[in-house]
């Protein structure tokens, strides 16, 4: 049962649906819990490793050779605002996870900073996900998680790892940085799973 | 332990909806108001931590916030400050047409990194052989050296990213801690700085020193300025000092501060950042 505010009448818009408690932003602002780390393309690389430690690796030169596509997703983020109708290009973990042999059912995302995240792997499947190098028709700004990030716009955005560096496939479910701290391990902005035991 | 446990229990506890009723407002600039809250069942927070606020109108619209939190660690009680931006949705109603009586909904604390606590003091000398509870194994992750170095803390704030920096301040003030604590402090100008005389309060009754820059206008005879290296190489703890360095503002001012002090040679992993607001792309 909500508590009504007195004089609250609010900014309302009716031609877009959003997730419950979000509200529209146009900018795009930045979260990140330090400084922005410094990463080369010339260094860069993308690992995939399995649940009995086989390893896919992408240098960027291979990473930017896989088929890329453009994605066009509404993304939302946990401090309650969500950008409508973002444009990214990148590369499908579907391309990704081809030719990965696994039984694992969730993921940990790893960037460079140290940054982790948690996932079930089926949620990276299906289109549903990508490592996205260009926003906006421009490579992805250091800020934003350049040179590339994960991008898994149905959740929360804090899922979408950036300066991601690799995957680790996972047997059992394990918290990521926000995931000890409190947010949700599964992060359903249409069901609002902000914080765990939401 | 229990002390452990608390922290943990405010980082990934249960957080219900809770009604909280504004107790009384202060105005901290032409813009900013802080509002203290009664909120029955709020379980205290750790200072830097923020809280959701959702305000509901009489047609049942909702609309949904963070704000961080500015009051010392309480139980059943919070004081937010709030910026009024002038396109917001939230803060016109909090920091403009909100009266003493009004309620909303409110859950939290929220955010278990960018958090600061006093360290506990250092024991008193152990008393002469109390041969109570012989066989409890000694607490070893409580033990610290003898003469441990406090480690500094590092705060800054660009306008009002000031506001869980506070929160801090006001934790350390209120355990008489002795770490030493520094503020660099970015506001458009004088006027623009918030919790100004407790600040001149507390430099002086505790080891806090606060340096101001101001980005617009500044005092007679002082110019404006930015953050930069020589703010940082003067007024900020040095790097062999190790000092926990927490930095809150707009993007762009946590940008800068942040690439300042590793230029610096503090170390990426002491830093930790919060920001608010668009960077536009």
């Known amino acids: 049962m909500n508590t009504i505010s007195r004089h609250f009448t609010g900014r309302r818009r009716t031609d877009v649906k959003l997730p419950p408690g979000q509200h529209l932003e146009r900018g795009f602002p930045v979260l990140q819990t330090g400084a922005t780390p410094k990463v080369r393309t010339e260094t860069w690389t993308f690992t995939i490793t399995t649940e009995i430690g086989e390893r896919h690796r992408w240098d960027w030169d291979q990473f930017m050779a896989l088929p890329a596509e453009e994605i066009t997703a509404d993304i939302h983020c946990v401090t309650s605002w ?47 996900a990508w490592v996205a190098f260009e926003y906006d028709g421009r490579p992805l700004r250091t800020q934003h998680g350049g040179p590339a990030r994960l991008l898994v716009p149905h959740l929360y955005f804090w899922k979408s790892a950036k300066w991601v560096i690799g995957l680790d496939l996972m047997r059992t479910d394990s918290r990521g940085f926000w995931e000890k701290l409190g947010y949700h391990d599964y992060g359903d902005p249409w069901r609002e799973q902000r914080y765990q035991g939401d | 332990m229990a002390r452990a446990a608390v922290s943990g229990r405010l980082i990934s506890g249960p957080r ?35 809280a959701d606020v959702r305000l509901t109108a009489e047609d049942g619209y909702t609309a949904q916030r963070s704000y961080s939190i500015a009051s010392a660690p309480m139980a059943d009680r919070l004081e937010l400050t709030v910026q009024r931006l002038d396109d917001g949705e939230v803060s016109p109603y909090l920091a403009g047409f909100a009266e003493p009586g009004d309620q909303f909904d409110l859950r939290g604390p929220i955010g278990g990194w960018f958090t600061w606590s006093p360290p506990p003091e250092p024991a008193e000398p152990p008393e002469p052989a109390e041969p109570a509870e012989p066989s409890e194994p000694a607490a070893t992750e409580s033990v610290e050296p003898a003469g441990a170095e406090l480690k500094p803390l590092m705060l800054l704030a660009g306008g009002s990213g000031i506001v869980p920096l506070m929160s801090m301040i006001r934790a350390h003030g209120a355990a008489q801690s002795k770490v030493p604590v520094g503020l660099i402090y970015s506001v458009r100008s004088p006027s623009d700085v918030i919790y100004a005389s407790e600040l001149s309060e507390r430099s002086v009754s505790s080891p806090l020193s606060v340096t101001y820059l101001y980005t617009r206008a500044a005092h007679r005879g002082v110019p404006p300025g930015r953050i930069n290296a020589a703010v940082i190489a003067t007024s900020a703890f040095p790097p062999d000092s190790s000092p926990d360095i927490f930095v809150c503002g707009p993007s762009g001012f946590v940008e800068a501060a942040t690439s300042l002090l590793v230029e610096a040679g503090h170390e990426e992993g002491s830093i930790k950042t919060e920001r608010f607001g668009p960077t536009g792309t």
């Open chain 1, 82 to 128: 969500s950008k409508l109708g973002t444009s990214w290009r990148g590369v499908s973990l579907d391309v990704l996870l081809d030719g990965v042999t696994t039984e694992a059912a969730y993921v940990m995302a790893k960037s460079s900073d140290g940054y982790t995240t948690n996932l079930p792997l089926a949620d990276l499947r299906d289109g549903q």
């Open chain 2, 16 to 50: 219900p909806w809770l009604v909280g009723t504004v107790k009384a407002l202060t105005d901290e600039t032409a813009t900013a108001r802080t509002l203290a809250l009664d909120a029955p069942g709020w379980p205290g927070h750790l200072p830097g931590q923020h």
